[in-house]
């Protein structure tokens, strides 16, 4: 339309006049229009028109300065095309590499971040968006320490300065909640002044398996160690009976050849006596070896039904020796395998009966308290008390305070193993010998809900 409005005017003027001119209009044009080729395809166009409309014009100025300039406005059209080609393919080419930036910023699997001098947010893409939780319209223009925690985030050149340091940095999303990052920052001189661009990749999973990685590396070091004393303490305390078995075979020999049976049967009664140690030392760790590895399915039970079934199994030898047996009140409920957690009540109460000495009102508590907020299961008595330098100890595999005692040594071990595959611990409180025990432990609790369900049961 431009162009045919070109051309009716430039019939119209008479010849003489630059009415050529006018279709550099047409040619610039090209300045608004998103094709490389438009300037000089409209050129050529323009060139034909000029001509065409040449011989139909009215007679008004001499011939020389009719060419002259018909001419001159044929150079300026073509200069003007040429200038605008170069223009358009200069702007169109920056219009392509800015479309290809921003396809790569905002397709990166790194967080991009950009600040300038004074710390404040000019470039956030989708990946930081993602990692921080947070819109780029609600960062732009703002100060870099929303996206630190404290005490980075307390001063700008504190944290401007931890920002450019690069590295691992820890960050906080819009919750709150800390994450850690790897920086790796560059310094961008633009035309008049400086930027600092940011990758920013989260790392937090990555920390969380290290950390898991080096928790499991220390713990199969602990079970290597473990398994160490483990093999040693076994291979001693199975060789004892085999000692005195093999001992009294050779005088169980000369016995029979002297025809001294009384001593014959001491001495078939110290064999039986050793094989029975041996049975029950394998037994014991038959036991300890199945603790984790076969269990009965987790539930909800009361801590108060624990106690009471490992106090009835108990009741003979506590009986016997005359134990007044208190239990707390609303104890809480426990989750775990309801038979390994009475077996540990029942070891840590046989544990206090066997070691009351001449106490003469002999007393076992069992109670919970809170720790921290965190309930703590107690069984305490008023035995003969445990020396401080013992109090790891006891828990060790074939551990006695009393050489040659009831017993294998095993119980504590076991307590200890099955408190473990429950994730609490376990550990005793005793002021030294003749002041009492006190075995404290942690179980999981079962939630509130479940705790009023089992209360409310009859």
Request: aromatic share 6%; proline share 4%; net charge negative.
């Amino acid at each position: 339309m431009v162009a045919a409005a070109t051309f009716a005017l430039d019939l119209l003027l008479p010849r003489g006049y630059a009415g050529a001119a006018p279709y550099v209009i047409v040619i610039a044009l090209g300045l608004w229009v998103p094709w490389r080729q438009y300037p000089l395809v409209a050129a050529g166009a323009t060139t034909a028109l000029a001509l065409v409309a040449l011989p139909f014009k009215e007679q008004g100025a001499p011939a020389a300065v009719i060419v002259a300039n018909r001419a001159f406005a044929l150079v300026a059209m073509w200069a003007v095309a040429f200038a605008v080609a170069k223009y358009l393919s200069v702007a169109l080419a920056i219009r392509d590499d800015r479309a290809r930036m921003r396809a790569i910023l905002e397709t990166s699997a790194d967080g991009l971040v950009t600040i300038d001098v004074t710390g404040r947010i000019e470039l956030f893409n989708r990946a930081a968006e993602r990692i921080f939780g947070r819109a780029a319209v609600d960062v732009l223009g703002h100060d870099v320490a929303i996206l630190m925690p404290p005490p980075h985030g307390e001063s700008l050149d504190g944290h401007v300065r931890r920002w450019l340091a690069g590295g691992e940095v820890e960050g906080v999303r819009t919750d709150g909640s800390r994450i850690d990052l790897d920086l790796a920052v560059a310094d961008v001189a633009l035309a008049d002044r400086r930027v600092f661009t940011a990758s920013v990749r989260d790392i937090t999973e990555r920390k969380r398996a290290e950390a898991e990685r080096e928790a499991l590396v220390t713990r199969l070091e602990q079970k290597n160690a473990e398994l160490e004393r483990f093999t040693y303490t076994v291979s001693h305390d199975l060789k004892s009976p085999l000692v005195t078995v093999r001992g009294f075979l050779g005088t169980l020999e000369r016995s029979a050849r002297e025809g001294n049976f009384e001593r014959l049967t001491s001495d078939i009664a110290r064999i039986a006596g050793a094989a029975d140690r041996m049975r029950d030392l394998l037994d014991d760790l038959l036991e300890l070896s199945r603790i984790g590895r076969v269990a009965n399915a987790p539930r909800d039970v009361p801590f108060g039904a624990l106690v009471r079934d490992a106090v009835e199994a108990l009741n003979g030898s506590v009986r016997n020796r005359g134990v007044e047996i208190a239990v707390a009140p609303d104890l809480p409920v426990v989750r775990g395998d309801a038979t390994r957690l009475t077996e540990v009540v029942q070891n840590l109460v046989e544990n206090a009966v066997k070691f009351m000495g001449d106490q003469p009102a002999p007393r076992i508590e069992i109670g919970v308290r809170r720790d921290d907020a965190v309930p703590v299961f107690y069984v305490n008595d008023n035995g003969i008390g445990i020396d401080a330098r013992y109090h790891e100890k006891i828990f060790g595999l074939f551990e006695q305070l009393r050489r040659g005692g009831e017993g294998t040594g095993v119980g504590l071990a076991l307590v200890r193993r099955i408190i473990d595959v429950h994730g609490g611990r376990i550990w005793v409180e005793s002021g030294g010998v003749g002041d009492g025990s006190r075995f404290c432990f942690t179980l999981p609790v079962a939630d509130e809900r479940s705790q009023d369900v089992q209360h409310a049961s009859p």
